[in-house]
C-alpha cells in the first residue's frame, strides 16, 4: 500500500469548464487553506485545459500557494484517461497527504480513476473535512440516502476526497494574494479509446445556482399541481424543486429534485410546499438562508428546519400568497413612483 | 340558513373551535367545495357557507348540537377523494372537515388500529407497516381520510382476497345529529348483540350522522408479494381466465381487467412505460404469500390456468419499487382520463356476468357511435365504464348510453354502484333501481338518525 | 465462432432502501430489518446489456462480489437477461472499501478472458460512491464514461453514448474494450417473464474465490486488508432543530405575512 511518510501539503483539484473555474474548486480551496493552515503545510492547486492559465492567479487569490498548469488541446474538454493521467503524475511527483476534488459528476468520474492508479483511499461526497489530533484527514459523508452520516479516515496517502458542492466556504478573493504558478508539460495520449463528439450545454433549471427555490412534494395531488407552484416561482423570480416523490412519480424532471440523491441547494429563500421533510430532502435544502414551510400537518419534521412555519393546505395558502404578492407589489410600486 | 343568523353561528362556531379555524370567505374554502367527481357531471356549490375544521369529537358535538338547533345543514369532509360528491355542499349551510383530528394508536396485541376520522389512508398505511401489522384493503387515493373511507365503505384493488372497508371496522365512534355521541361495536371479532348500527353507518356517506373515530382491524404482514401481468388475445380470454383462476384454489389480492389503450395512455400520462405490449385484454393479478416459494407455486398455478386458455407469458414485477410502478399506472387511469372524461360508472355484478356486461356495454358504444373505455377489478365483478366527451363536450346522448348500461347491470343482477355510491350524482338512478318499500325503510331511517334532515341533505335519498 | 459483444455487467447486492432501519446507538444498520434486493440502479445495466444484445447479439455475464446470499441479486439478473452469473465469494474478500472491491472485481473480469465493455449501474443505493466503475476500469486500464443517459449507437468495434456531466451533455464514442456506468434515464427496466424467473431460480452460478482470482503475493490487495479507507464512527445527522416562527391566522393572514416577509427579503420579481 502506498502509506508514504514524507506525504505533506494539501492538494485540490481545480476543475474548469469552457475555460472557467468551477466554483466548487474556490470552496476546496477555502476548505484546503483551513486544513493547510492548521496543519503548517502548503496548498496547491492543479489546474487543467487548454488556454486557462489565466485562471491560474485566481486560484492564488481564493488561497492556493501554488497552482500546477497543464495546458494542452487534448484537455481541453474532460476526458478521464487524459486528466487522470496528468494527475496521477502530480500526485506521484509531489507526494501530497490530502488531494481533494469537487464531487460534481466530472470530479465524480475522474477521481476513482486516480485513486486507483495511485491505490490510495478516496471517500465520496463529503460534506465535512476535519482534521483529527494526528493531523490524519477526517472524511464526513452521508451514506445510506442520507439516513446516517459517517466519519471515515485513510490509512494511505494521499487522503483522497471528493467534496459535495455548495456545503465548504470559499475564502474572500483577495487579488493581493500572492503564490506560485508553475506551468508543467503535460503528458498526453494520443489515442484513448475516447472521443469526444459534441459538447452542448444543458438548457434547464439551475437549480444549485438559484436565490429562490420552490419546493412541492407530496402535498401535490396531481401532476398538473406544478403549476401551482411554478407561479409562486414565477412571482419571487426563482425556480421549482421537488422532493423526490414527484420524480420518482415521473411529475417533473429529476433536475428539479432537491435532496440527497438531487441538488443540495442554498437559496436565500427555500419555500417548501406540502413537503414533509425526509432526512433525504432535508439533507439538499437545510442550509438555505430562510426556509419558509407550508404544510397541512403541524408535526411534518420540515418545520424543524423551517424559520417560518405555515400550518396549512397549500392549496388554499399558495395561491392566497400569489395574491398577496401580486398586492404588496403594486402598493410597492406605487410607494417607488410617489 | 335558517333561525339564526349567519353572523350569529359563525360566532357561536367561533367560541367552539376558536377563530383560527373557522372560514368564511369563500376564496378560502375553494379546496373543500369539489371532490374528485368529474366536471361535466360535478354539482354547484351552494353560496354562503361556513367551514369549521373542529380538532375533537367534543367540539363536533357541540358544533352538531349548535347546527340542529338552528336547523343549519352540516356536510361533513374527508380528504375529498370521492367521485360521486357525496361531499359537496349543495345548499348553505357548514362544511365540517375532519383533518385536524388524526390521533392513531396501533394496538398490536388484538391487532387493531384506533384511528380518527381525520388520519389519511396514506398515514395509516405508514403506521400499520412500522408496526409490523398490514391493513389489506387499499381504496385509492392515499389522501383519503378515514371518516371518509367508512362513510363511503371504500373498496379498491384488493377486495378479491380482503373484502372493502366494511370487513375490517369493527367499531365507530359516531355523533349524532343531536350532538350525542355513540359508540357502535368495539374491539371484538364477534358482535350480536342487537342490529347493527355499525354497519348501518358504514357507506351511510355522511347522511347519518358524523364518523369521529373507528377501531378498525389489521392483519400480520405477509411478507412477500407479486404482481403479474398476462396478456390474452382479447377481452373473452381473459375473463374466462378469471373465473378460473378463482377456482383454482389461488386467491390473488387483487384481479384487474386493462386494454391496452388505457394503460398506455396512465403510462404516458405519467411519463412511465407499461411493461407489457402484446395482448388485447390483459389481467393485472396481485398475490402475497408467506414464502417466495408459496408465492411461485401459485405463480406458476395462475400461469398455467391463463395458458390453457392461450394468454402469453406473463411477467412479473417483484422489487417492492417495480411492484409500485405498475400499480401507480393502473391507478393513474382515471386521473389520465379525467380531462375528457363526463362520468365514470361503477356497476358491479355477479363476477360470473362480468362478461355480459361488457359485451353489453360494447353494443350500447357501438349503438352509439362512441369509444367507452373500461377497466376494472374483475374479481369483484365491478366494471368502471367512462363516458368521454366528444371534440371537448358531452354529447347529448350520455344520459341514454347511462341509464342503458344501469339497466343492464340491474338486469344482470348487479347494482348501480359498487363502490363509488351514490352522492349527489346517482340519487335519481338509486329510487329507481330500488325497490319501494327498502327504500320506504331507508327513508325511515334516515329520519330516526336525522329527524331536522340537517345531515348531508340531498346526498343517496332524497 | 461467437458473435456479438462479451459483456459483463458489475451487480450488487443491497439493502432495501426504504425498509431499512438504523441502530444509532450502534451506529449501524439494522440488516435483518430489511430485505436484500438487487441495487436498483444495476438493473439499468442490466436493461442496456439486455437491449445491446438484442441489437447485435452477444453474451451477457452479471458479476457480483459478496456473501452467498448475494446469489440471489445474480439469479435476479439471470432472469433480467443475464445468460451466465459469477459470485465471488470469500472471507478474505469481507470488508471491502471501494478500492479492494473494484480490485477484486477486475480480477474476475481479467479472469473471465476477452471482454468489450462493462455496464455498472450509476451508484449503488447503499454505499453511493459510484467509484467502482471507473476504479475498475482504471485497473483495467480501459477508458470509461461514465453517467451515460443514453445509447447512442453501438457496433461490434465501439459505442457511442450521451453523457451528462453537470452542466454540459457529451457525446462521446468509446472504443472496447471499455466500461460505462448508466443512469436511471438511460432506458426503463423490462420486467421478467415468470418463465424467465423460475429459470434462474434453478440456474448454476459459478463461485470463485480467493484463490481462483489471485497470485500469492497480491492477498495485501483484497478485503479489509487491502481497503485504505474505514468508518470511524456513524451518527445520525445532526438534527439541528431550529426555533421556526409559527404563523398563525386565517389562510389570509398566514398568506399575507409570508408575502411581507418575502418582500422583505427581496425574493420577488
Known amino acids: ?338 | 340558513m335558517t333561525n339564526v343568523s349567519k353572523d350569529a353561528l359563525v360566532q357561536e362556531l367561533v367560541s367552539i373551535v376558536g377563530k383560527e379555524w373557522v372560514v368564511t370567505e369563500r376564496e378560502y374554502m375553494l379546496s373543500y367545495l369539489q371532490d374528485e367527481t368529474p366536471e361535466p357531471v360535478r354539482p354547484k356549490a351552494a353560496n354562503n357557507l361556513i367551514l369549521v375544521k373542529p380538532s375533537s369529537t367534543g367540539e363536533v358535538s357541540k358544533i352538531l348540537r349548535a347546527a340542529n338547533q338552528a336547523r343549519v345543514p352540516v356536510f361533513p369532509v374527508g380528504g375529498r377523494t370521492g367521485l360521486v360528491s357525496a361531499c359537496v355542499p349543495t345548499i348553505p349551510g357548514i362544511i365540517l372537515s375532519l383533518e385536524r383530528m388524526k390521533k392513531l394508536e396501533v394496538d398490536r396485541e388484538n391487532l387493531m388500529v384506533v384511528a380518527e376520522a381525520g388520519v389519511t389512508l396514506g398515514d395509516l398505511l405508514r403506521a400499520c407497516d412500522e408496526a409490523g401489522l398490514f391493513f389489506p384493503p387499499h381504496p385509492g387515493d392515499e389522501g383519503a381520510q378515514v371518516g371518509g373511507l367508512i362513510a363511503t365503505n371504500a373498496g379498491g384493488v384488493r377486495a378479491v382476497k380482503y373484502g372493502v372497508m366494511r370487513n375490517y371496522v369493527k367499531g365507530v365512534e359516531v355523533v349524532l345529529a343531536s350532538g350525542k355521541v355513540l359508540n357502535l361495536g368495539g374491539k371484538l371479532i364477534k358482535d350480536n348483540a342487537g342490529y347493527s348500527l355499525l354497519h348501518l353507518v358504514i357507506g351511510s356517506e355522511g347522511t347519518l350522522c358524523v364518523i369521529t373515530k373507528a377501531i378498525i382491524k389489521l392483519h400480520p404482514k405477509s411478507e412477500h408479494s407479486v404482481t403479474i401481468i398476462v396478456p390474452f388475445s382479447g377481452r373473452h380470454e381473459a375473463l374466462q381466465a378469471v373465473q378460473k383462476i378463482l377456482l383454482s384454489g389461488v386467491v390473488p389480492l387483487a384481479i384487474e381487467y386493462v386494454e391496452p389503450d388505457e394503460v398506455n395512455l396512465s403510462a404516458a400520462h405519467l411519463n412511465e412505460k407499461w411493461p407489457v405490449q402484446v395482448g388485447g385484454a390483459q389481467l393485472f393479478i396481485i398475490l402475497n404469500a408467506e414464502s417466495e416459494e408459496e408465492l411461485l407455486v401459485s405463480c406458476e398455478k395462475v400461469s398455467g390456468v391463463c395458458s390453457e386458455i392461450g394468454a402469453g407469458e406473463p411477467v412479473l414485477a417483484e422489487t417492492r419499487e417495480e411492484q409500485d410502478r405498475v400499480l401507480r399506472i393502473r391507478s393513474n387511469i382515471y386521473t389520465a382520463l379525467k380531462p375528457q372524461l363526463i362520468d365514470i360508472l361503477d356497476v358491479t355484478v355477479p363476477p360470473s356476468k362480468l362478461g355480459d356486461l361488457m359485451d353489453a356495454v360494447e353494443e350500447i358504444a357501438e349503438k352509439y357511435g362512441v369509444h367507452l373505455p373500461v377497466y376494472g377489478h374483475a374479481g369483484d365483478g365491478n366494471l368502471h365504464v367512462h363516458v368521454m366527451k366528444e371534440e371537448g363536450k358531452a354529447p347529448d346522448y350520455v344520459a341514454k348510453v347511462k341509464s342503458e348500461i344501469y339497466e343492464t347491470g340491474i338486469r344482470l343482477g348487479g347494482v348501480i354502484t359498487g363502490e363509488h355510491g351514490v352522492g349527489a350524482i346517482r340519487t335519481q338512478e338509486l329510487t329507481k333501481a330500488t325497490d319501494e318499500a327498502e327504500l320506504n325503510l331507508m327513508q325511515g331511517i334516515k329520519k330516526l338518525f336525522d329527524p331536522n334532515n340537517i345531515l348531508n341533505p340531498g346526498k343517496v335519498i332524497t | ?269
Not at chain 1, 489515442?191 to 437549480?207: F, M, P, R, S
Open chain 1, 1 to 338: 500500500m502506498n502509506n508514504v511518510p514524507d506525504a505533506e501539503g494539501v492538494l485540490v483539484f481545480a476543475e474548469q469548464n469552457n475555460g472557467l473555474v468551477h466554483p466548487v474548486s474556490f470552496e476546496l480551496l477555502g476548505k484546503g487553506r483551513d486544513l493547510a493552515d492548521r496543519l503548517g503545510v502548503k496548498l496547491s492547486a492543479a489546474l487543467l485545459g487548454h488556454g486557462v492559465h489565466k485562471e491560474a492567479l485566481e486560484l492564488v487569490y481564493y488561497g492556493a500557494d501554488v497552482v500546477y498548469v497543464f495546458d494542452s488541446p487534448f484537455l481541453s474538454m474532460f476526458d478521464p484517461v487524459q486528466y487522470a493521467k496528468n494527475l496521477v503524475r502530480l500526485v506521484t511527483e509531489t507526494r501530497p497527504a490530502i488531494f481533494l476534488l469537487g464531487a460534481t459528476r466530472l470530479g465524480r468520474s475522474l477521481a476513482p480513476r486516480v485513486a486507483a492508479a495511485l491505490r490510495t483511499g478516496l471517500t465520496a461526497d463529503c460534506v465535512d473535512l476535519d482534521l483529527d489530533e494526528n493531523g490524519n484527514l477526517v472524511q464526513v459523508r452521508p451514506a445510506f440516502s442520507g439516513n446516517i452520516m459517517a466519519q471515515i479516515k485513510t490509512k494511505t496517502r494521499p487522503q483522497m476526497a471528493t467534496v459535495r458542492y455548495k456545503v465548504m466556504k470559499a475564502n474572500a478573493r483577495d487579488p493581493r494574494r500572492k503564490g506560485k504558478v508553475i506551468v508543467k508539460e503535460p503528458e498526453v495520449l494520443s489515442d484513448t479509446g475516447i472521443q469526444i463528439l459534441e459538447k452542448t450545454a444543458v438548457g434547464g433549471v439551475n437549480l444549485a445556482e438559484a436565490e429562490v427555490v420552490v419546493s412541492g412534494g407530496r402535498g401535490l395531488k396531481s401532476p398538473g399541481d406544478i403549476a401551482l407552484l411554478k407561479e409562486l416561482a414565477k412571482e419571487l423570480g426563482g425556480v421549482v424543486g421537488s422532493s423526490r416523490p414527484l420524480v420518482d412519480a415521473g411529475w417533473i424532471s429529476r433536475d428539479h429534485q432537491v435532496g440527497f440523491s438531487g441538488h443540495t441547494v442554498k437559496p436565500r429563500v427555500y419555500v417548501a410546499c406540502g413537503i414533509s421533510g425526509s432526512p433525504q430532502h432535508l439533507f439538499g435544502m437545510r442550509d438555505s438562508d430562510v426556509i419558509i414551510a407550508i404544510n397541512k400537518d403541524a408535526s411534518a419534521p420540515i418545520f424543524n428546519v423551517a424559520d417560518y412555519c405555515v400550518v396549512g393546505d397549500i392549496y388554499e395558502i399558495v395561491p392566497l400568497l400569489v395574491q398577496e404578492l401580486r398586492k404588496l407589489k403594486a402598493v410597492k410600486n406605487l410607494d417607488e413612483r410617489k
Open chain 3, 1 to 269: 465462432m461467437s458473435k456479438g459483444l462479451k459483456i459483463v455487467v458489475l451487480v450488487k447486492q443491497v439493502p432495501d432502501i426504504e425498509k431499512v432501519r438504523f441502530d444509532y446507538e450502534k451506529g449501524r444498520l439494522d440488516r435483518s430489518s430489511a430485505e436484500a434486493v438487487i441495487n436498483p440502479f444495476d438493473l439499468n445495466a442490466l436493461e442496456a446489456a439486455a437491449q445491446i444484445k438484442e441489437k447485435i447479439g452477444g453474451v451477457v455475464t452479471a458479476v457480483s462480489m459478496g456473501p452467498e446470499q448475494a446469489k440471489d441479486a445474480l439469479r435476479d439478473a439471470l432472469a433480467r437477461g443475464a445468460d451466465e452469473a459469477v459470485l465471488l465469494s470469500d472471507l478474505r474478500f469481507a470488508g471491502a472499501d471501494t478500492l479492494a472491491t473494484s480490485y477484486t472485481l477486475s480480477c474476475a473480469v481479467r479472469k473471465l478472458g476477452a471482454f468489450d465493455l462493462i455496464i455498472c449501474g450509476e451508484k449503488t443505493i447503499d454505499g453511493d460512491t459510484a467509484q467502482v466503475g471507473p476504479e475498475v476500469a482504471e485497473f483495467l486500464g480501459i477508458p470509461h464514461v461514465a453517467y451515460v443517459d443514453e445509447i447512442l449507437d453501438i457496433s461490434i468495434a465501439e459505442i457511442t453514448v450521451k453523457s451528462r456531466l453537470d452542466g454540459d451533455n457529451y457525446v462521446v464514442k468509446m472504443r472496447f474494450p471499455g466500461l460505462i456506468t448508466v443512469t436511471k434515464d438511460a432506458n426503463v427496466p423490462r420486467l421478467p417473464t415468470l418463465k424467465d424467473k423460475l429459470r434462474s431460480r434453478k440456474a448454476e452460478i459459478t463461485v470463485w474465490g480467493m484463490k481462483d482470482l489471485a497470485c500469492l503475493d497480491e492477498k495485501q490487495f483484497f478485503g479489509l486488508q487491502g481497503s485504505p479507507t474505514g468508518v470511524a464512527k456513524v451518527f445520525a445527522p445532526t438534527s439541528g432543530k431550529k426555533k421556526g416562527q409559527i404563523v398563525m391566522g386565517t389562510p389570509e393572514e398566514k398568506a399575507r405575512r409570508i408575502a411581507e416577509i418575502l418582500l422583505k427579503l427581496g425574493a420577488s420579481q
